[in-house]
C-alpha cells in the first residue's frame, strides 16, 4: 500500500503539533485549505494589501 502522508513543511504548527495531509479519507472534505491560506494570510499579509488597494 502507498504511503498517502505528506508532512506539510514549512507550515506553521496547529496547536502545538505540526500540519499533515492524508489522502486515504476517501469523499471527505476537510478545512486544510483553510490551514494553508491562513499561513499565507500570516507571511504575506494578503487581505491588508488587498484593503490598501480598495481604500
Known sequence: ??????????????GGKSAVARCDGGMLSSNSGVLALAEVEKRLWVADRLARCIE
Open 1 to 14: 500500500m502507498n504511503d498517502l502522508t505528506l508532512p506539510l513543511s514549512g507550515l506553521s504548527s496547529v
